[in-house]
């Protein structure tokens, strides 16, 4: 999970540096399918969980996921 937040993220990171560049629409489909990816196996995991478990990783990283929403373009 760590691992694709982290990815989603720095995909982000990359289509904002490439803003009015040739390159911009190519990193922001990049950023969306990352974003998409990470966000897909968050539900999945807290599905998958117990609620005991799952208010557990929510409290961890829950913040960093609803950052992530917000910015995920």
């Keep these: ?35 998409k990816a990470c966000l897909g196996r968050w539900e999945a995991l807290l599905q998958a969980l117990p609620e005991e478990e799952r208010q557990r990783v929510v409290r961890s990283m829950g913040l960093k996921i609803s950052q992530l929403q917000v910015r995920g373009l």
């Design 1 to 35: 999970m760590n691992e694709l937040f982290a990815a989603a993220r720095d995909e982000i990171e990359y289509a904002k540096e490439e803003a009015e560049t040739v390159y911009f629409n190519e990193s922001v489909a990049e950023a969306k399918t990352a974003v």
